[in-house]
């Protein structure tokens, strides 16, 4: 009975009997998790359970481990370095650098709001221009915040940028300004690679809704919501390769 619960949970009750090669790659896997969960464990432990999967089934299988975990209520700890998949599955995330924890909180909190340059830059995609304190206020060129600073006057400040929260504006709201090297139509945005007049590329993304063509090789000003982007010191923490970590 309990076999029969478990294999009907991952949703392959009508292959129970198959032999193992005749299963495809995410088929195993179901019953891979079966095989963990047919024992009703307390703790889970998944590394990277999804890591042989094609990209299609990777996101299948990550919406059947999230509703197996709600419905079993068991306490999970996963294991990736997909972010989209941290992201879409947990309640927690811990992001970690060379064995220390940089930021445990929600996914909502750790992409909004990362506590260092290192995870702003390991979960997502983030452009970092510099910045500097000036009269109590942040300062990117001749775009100046609103809000006064908790940074020292004078101190130098690294602007953490989503490619979402870029928008390209007029040059009297610009923070930034360069060209479009590239443009990349995805469906509900178009993502572009824009070299800035100091050499460095940032990305920006431009919702489909809110254009109707593609720009391309293009001079444009950028501009952003100093609210919804973060700004950090800078030190000697240098945000890191994400494959390396």
């Known amino acids: 009975d309990r076999i029969m619960e478990a294999l009907d949970l991952v949703q392959i009750a009508d292959l129970k009997d198959r032999m193992p090669d005749q299963l495809s790659g995410g088929q195993q896997q179901r019953v891979a998790l079966a095989r963990a969960i047919v024992i009703q464990p307390r703790i889970l432990l998944m590394d990277e359970p999804l890591s042989n999967l094609d990209a299609k089934l990777r996101v299948q299988m990550r919406t059947i481990i ?6 079993l209520n068991i306490t ?5 370095h997909d972010q989209e998949e941290a992201l ?3 309640d927690r995330i811990a992001v970690m650098n060379r064995g220390e924890i940089m930021q445990l909180d929600t996914p909502e909190e750790i992409y909004r709001r990362p506590a260092n ?19 109590g206020k942040v300062r990117v060129n001749n775009f100046v915040f609103n809000k006064e600073s908790n940074y020292e006057e ?12 870029f928008k390209i504006v007029d040059k009297d709201h610009a923070a930034l300004e360069g060209h479009i090297t590239l443009a990349t139509f995805l469906g509900d945005f178009i993502n572009y690679e824009i070299r800035l007049e100091d050499g460095k ?11 109707n063509q593609v720009r391309e090789t293009k001079h444009v000003y950028l501009g952003f919501n100093e609210d919804t982007v973060n700004v950090f010191p800078v030190n000697k923490e240098v945000p890191g390769d994400k494959d390396d970590q």
């Open 66 to 71: 999230k509703k197996l975990q709600r419905n």
């Open 76 to 80: 999970t700890i996963y294991v990736t």
């Open 88 to 90: 879409a599955i947990s």
């Open 117 to 135: 340059p290192f995870v702003a830059n390991f979960i997502g995609t983030s452009n970092f221009v510099d910045g500097v304190v000036e009269n």
């Open 154 to 165: 004078g101190s130098k400040v690294l602007v953490s940028v989503r490619p979402e929260q």
């Open 201 to 211: 590329v940032v990305e920006a993304n431009e919702y489909t809704e809110q254009t």
